[in-house]
């Protein structure tokens, strides 16, 4: 007995993937997920969104910050668990920051299919989140930014894999 619980806190303890690997685009929207996550627990709501509006400007896509705002919309009330969003200042990487990574990027590659959506989202919102998804990956790959699916992010962290735990559909600061 003993064993089986030294196991489960070895298992649990495995350092998460860190953004200093990632490149920017990924970088990009793994801060947009945080900050627009921060938007949305708060007082501070207004000086978020100008936040996100200013660095979508900066990088090229003056729209930028609406199709994220539809993403992570979509996702979140399509979502049958909460999402695990780290502070914008943290260097770590949660499952689900790297799950959403993956939609944006197997959406560029044009290869986002049901059964990674229904991994994500309840039936009702797989097509809504597909359009979303689409259309914030044809914004980054405009301003020239690429996304990895989350495999190849993975693959240099010991294979980490996204799993969603049951609760609210909300988003929610894990640190």
Request: proline residues 4%; negative net charge; charged residues 25%.
């Amino acid at each position: 007995m003993k064993e089986q619980q030294i196991a489960v806190e070895m298992a649990d303890t495995r350092p998460e993937p860190s953004t200093g690997r990632l490149k920017f685009g990924e970088q990009f929207l793994i801060w947009s997920m945080r900050v627009w996550a921060q938007a949305h627990g708060g007082g501070q709501g207004h000086h978020h969104f100008a936040m996100l509006r200013k660095a979508y400007d900066l990088a090229g896509m003056p729209d930028g910050h609406v199709l994220f705002d539809s993403m992570m919309t979509a996702v979140v009330v399509s979502r049958r668990a909460q999402l695990g969003l780290h502070l914008p200042h943290c260097r770590g990487v949660s499952d689900d920051e790297l799950l959403l990574l993956r939609l944006v990027a197997e959406s560029q590659r044009g290869t986002l299919d049901d059964d990674l959506l229904l991994s994500v989202v309840a039936r009702a919102g797989v097509d809504p989140v597909r359009e979303a998804c689409d259309a914030m990956a044809a914004a980054l790959s405009t301003a020239g930014m690429t996304v990895r699916s989350l495999e190849v992010v993975n693959r240099q962290d010991d294979g980490e894999v996204a799993q969603a735990a049951e609760a609210e559909p909300t988003p929610r600061i894990v640190h």
